[in-house]
């Protein structure tokens, strides 16, 4: 792939070592995407995004506690960055703690009355939770504003009980993902 040609190009990037385990991670191949966030790390151990990412990996392998720990440490690491706050939240929510998901929600709607916070982060959240409706009608406000993060929606694990949920369907669609 072009991410793997890239790190044989600069080995001692982090960013392009990490980088290969994006696809690992959105093909559901959690051990090897946590593999290649880990040797971005090694090159430099306080990349907050590895650890968001490692953490997301294993919160799809329901290590609970594995994914809290670097998750939490991402957003030490990342001074409450809000895309990395928004996962602490869903994390929450996936591991059963869901009043810490939902204080985790009102600090970001508290966040959102001074400062842009995009909608597809209460979508993450409230899709953690189980409350379909709700994240599909934040993914909806997500697409009326054009964001990026939409184009992986459709193989996004956070998303996969949404699948079949006819508003999910239509995002899809409008952006572009399904005839």
């Known amino acids: 792939s072009e991410r793997q040609l ?6 001692l990037s982090p960013f392009t ?3 290969v385990g994006y696809p690992y991670y959105y093909a559901r191949k959690y051990d090897d995407a946590i593999a290649w966030y880990r040797k971005g790390l090694e090159l430099d151990p306080k990349l907050s995004w590895c650890h968001l990412w490692i953490g997301q ?3 799809q392998k329901r290590m609970f506690k594995e994914a ?7 957003v030490q690491l990342s001074a409450g960055d ?10 929450y929510a996936v591991a059963g703690q869901r009043d810490e ?5 009102r600090e970001l709607q508290a966040l959102s009355k001074g400062r ?13 939770l189980g409350d379909n409706q709700q994240a599909i009608a934040w993914l909806q406000k997500a697409q ?9 929606m459709s193989v996004e694990p956070v998303f996969d009980g949404l699948h079949a949920d006819p508003g999910f369907i239509a995002i899809e669609h409008s952006v572009g993902l399904k005839p």
Do not use: C, W
């Open 6 to 11: 890239a790190q044989k190009f600069d080995p």
């Open 17 to 19: 070592v990490a980088d």
């Open 57 to 59: 990996a294993y919160l």
């Open 68 to 74: 809290m720990d670097e998750i939490n440490q991402a």
């Open 82 to 91: 809000i895309r990395t706050k928004a996962t602490l939240g869903h994390a």
């Open 101 to 105: 998901a939902l204080k985790v929600l």
């Open 116 to 128: 842009y916070v995009s909608p597809y982060y209460f979508g993450l959240i409230s899709a953690g």
């Open 144 to 152: 009326e504003e054009r964001q990026p993060y939409l184009v992986l």
